[in-house]
């Protein structure tokens, strides 16, 4: 198993920019394609963005393609969410997620599943 922990989080006004983080821990980073979701109050969780095992390959959501940018560091056991020009419509809890089946898995089916990182964005 893995297990994964958000940070980052934070009120910020529109405009501005957030680094969320999610560390990994228990087996190793590199077997596990990595995602975030995120769900805004009476709302379903929606997905975010997703890389795979090796860093070659990302997917976004509409939404945030193009002021979204998803990482990893291995060597850190770690995967980043670099968010620039907020908007309140980005408003939620995000979660990382993982899953060993690659980036479509995680995005549709992740297994491992982090508490949530509050981002709140005012106007």
């Known amino acids: 198993q893995v297990q994964l922990v958000e940070s980052g989080g934070g009120l910020v006004q529109a405009g501005d920019s957030l ?3 999610c560390a990994a821990s228990g ?3 590199s077997r596990y394609a990595m995602g975030w979701f ?5 709302k379903e969780r929606e997905f975010v ?4 095992k090796s860093s070659g390959q ?5 939404s945030v393609r193009g002021r979204f940018t ?3 560091d ?3 056991n770690t995967m980043f969410l670099q968010m620039n020009t907020l908007k309140p419509e980005d408003t939620a809890v995000y979660y990382c997620a993982a899953d ?3 980036i479509t898995a995680v995005k549709f089916r992740a297994d491992y599943w982090g508490q949530g990182t509050q981002v709140t964005v005012s106007s």
């Not at 995120?38 to 009476?42: D, H, K, Y």
């Open 27 to 29: 087996r190793t980073f």
């Open 38 to 42: 995120r769900q805004a109050p009476g």
């Open 58 to 62: 990302t997917s976004y959501a509409s």
């Open 70 to 72: 998803i990482s990893r």
């Open 49 to 52: 963005a997703a890389i795979s």
């Open 100 to 102: 060993e089946d690659g």
């Open 74 to 76: 291995s060597a850190r």
């Open 19 to 21: 680094r969320l983080s």
